[in-house]
Every structure is written in structure tokens, then in C-alpha cells.
């Protein structure tokens, strides 16, 4: 079904138009008429299924035309980098229209976020932390809003936000429609949820735990002392167009980074120690493709929307496995296909178990042919899954690498 017969306003039609967008994703198709109608909405979609497009559409529709007197519409953000990502999707989809979007954030200066709002904004798009700073100047009033969306709700809360995003639901008027959006939809969620929303409709794109099926993920074991170069060995064995590494660590992110430009690759590090301006360049470059590797850590790379990312390596393994999901949600972005390779040492073998039981399925591995691998690197914490060896591969897994992807099989004759 074309974008044309989802009831949207012309101008937002034009606007999708031309950001080159044919068809909807599957979230847009189902959220975009629930927003349409009206009513409260509780989407679970992952970061990469076209999620912005499937609120800020409906709701620039329902919007009309630019008025003066305050924000009508409110969109609570993470984190900096995904407000000002989410306020540039609503601006690029209203350029046809003359509705002004702004964006509230911490990490810089008060000034022009203080000008923009009393220039008059239709859409205020805030960090909890900032938004309430606006509130308290008496800069910012809630009393107009008439939409007020959620977005990235589990992370918001896994980061501590509750209480602001509780304060500030509070501070907008008890009429209006609310939509939460939310990769996964745990308890915590039902319960600001039932306090938030009214009779919602649930929206669920995929399983919850789901991990994009156009991905191909493999786990490449080694031992702590060849990570690094079985990374450089890897990057200059697949054929990427953009790869984002991930460090558990800030000053592990640094030393990447460095040894990676020492053997020559153009690359920006994103982490919670830079600045906002080195942040913001370090996307740009990224995403222009100044920089062919971004090394980044989790928090500083929650959100961020780098379309065309062709692999993610885990130099770590994440601790968490909510966050292996959350890293490889930056590969396979609204149909696009990506690699995510884990580099894992015999010490790492449980974390990989606790995220295989998390995303439901197990994960090959691979080891790189033509890499010069210790000798004593037999591996026996990542032989494959009795169930599997010699076997075809369980669902989901890849039976082949893409683009000539170098790998054979660990345990495998
Ligand atoms: P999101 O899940 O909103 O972060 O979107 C992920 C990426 O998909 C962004 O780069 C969008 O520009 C892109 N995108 C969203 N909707 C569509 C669509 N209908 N067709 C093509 N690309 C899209």
C-alpha cells in the first residue's frame, strides 16, 4: 500500500516523497492509522523498522498548519543524539508544510534552544532533563500540548528517567493523545502506561526479543591478545561501506580508535566523554562518510540512526544482552542488510550463552580463514551446538556469508 492511501496530509506525503520513501514499513502501515484516529498507541518496534516516520507523519498530519502559542505537540527523547535525529526527521518530513519542530537537549548552551521556543515552535522534541530546566525558567508552558509521544520508553527508564518523565507527563493536560514507543515492553513500561495512557492500542512489529532476520551474525572466538588483530584482519577481509566497533569501555573505545588510524582507516570514536560538538561531528563524518569505522560505546551509540551501516563488530562482548540487540539494531535499518560480527574470548563463552538464550537462537561461529591464529586456539567453550554440527544450520542463522564473507565453521568438518 502506497504512503498515499494511509489518510496523511498532502504536504506530509510530499515530504515523504522526498526523502525517497515508496512504501511504508510494517509499523508505519499499522501505527499510522491508529495515530490518525486519534487514539493512545503502544508500539513495540525496534530502532531501524521505520518507527519516527510511523509517529511523526500522523501526527505533523494532524497538526495542519503552523499556530502561534505554544508547542501543541511533545516528543520525550533518551538521549541528545536520537532528539536531535528525531527533530531533523520531523523538520525533512514538514519542509513542504510551514510547522516549526525544535529541539531541546543537554550538552550545550541554553541560548538558542531559549530563542528557538519563543520564536514559536509546533513540536518541541526534549531530553527529560533540559525540558524540565524550560519548565522551570517558566520558559516552556505544556499547556498546549495535544500530543505528547514516548519514544525509546525502555531505555528511558533504564536510564533513570522515571520520575522526570512521571513529572512531566503530569505537566501536560489530562485531554490528549498519548503514544509510547518501545523496543521491548517490560512490566516497569505497563505500569507508567496505565498511568499515561487511556484504552491504548498495541501495536507489536515482531517479537519482542526479535532480532532483525536480514542480519547475519557471527561469533569470531580469540584469545584477548589477538582481538585487535583479528579486527584489523576482519575489516580488511569484508567488504563494508560503514562499520560500527563497539568498546564496552570509554578509554578502550580511545585506544581502538587509535591503533585503528595508526594502520591507516579514517575513524571517529563516539563516547560519553566528548564533547557535544565532537559527538555531533563524529556522527556527521560517520554518516557522510568521512570516517569508514566509528568506534562507540553503548549509551553514546543508543539511538543513533546511521543508515546504511553495513556491520557492527562487538570488540567486546556486551554484558548486557539486551544491549547485543540494541547494537546490532544499527545494521539491517528499515530493510537494509548488515553483518554483525562478535569477537569472543574463552572467558566471554557465558555471555554468549545468556545472549543466544536471549535472542533465541544461536549464533554461529566463525573463524577467519587466512588469520594466523595462536596455535593453541582450539576453542572448546565455542565448539557449535552438538544439535547442530554437520547439521544445516537452525533457522534464522546463516547458512552462507554474504558477499563472499570469509569464515569457516568452528567444530565443523
Ligand atoms: P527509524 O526506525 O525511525 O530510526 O528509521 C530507520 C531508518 O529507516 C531511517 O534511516 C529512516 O530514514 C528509514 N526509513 C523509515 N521509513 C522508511 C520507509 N518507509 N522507506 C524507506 N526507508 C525508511
Redesign the pocket.
Known sequence: MP?SKLSLAPAMIRG?QA???????P??LRAIPVVMSGKDLIAS??????????FALPVLSLLGAHRAGGPRVLVLEPTRELAA?VET?FRDFSRYSDIRATVLHGGVGYGRQRSELRAGADVVVATPGRLLDFLQEGELKLGGIQILILDEVDRMLDMGFIHDVRRIIQRCPAQRQTLFFSATVPPEIASVASFALRDPVRVEIGAVKSVTQLITHAIYPVHQEQKFDLLLALLSAIDFNSVLVFSRTKHGADRIARRLREANHSVAVLHANRSQNQRMEALEGFRSGRYEVMVATDIAAR?I?V?GVSHVINYDVPENPEDYVHRIGRTG???AVGDAFTLATPENASDVRDIERFIGREIPRLKLAGFAYKAASAFPQYREPQGRRGGPPSRGTPSHHPRGKPGAHWGRR
Do not use: L, S
Open positions: 504512503f515523504v526523502m525517497g520513501y515508496t512504501e511504508p514499513t509499523v508505519q518496534a525496534q530502532t531501524g523498522t521505520g518507527k519516527t516516520a510511523a535525529q526527521a539511538g540512526d543508515a535499518r528499515a530493510q
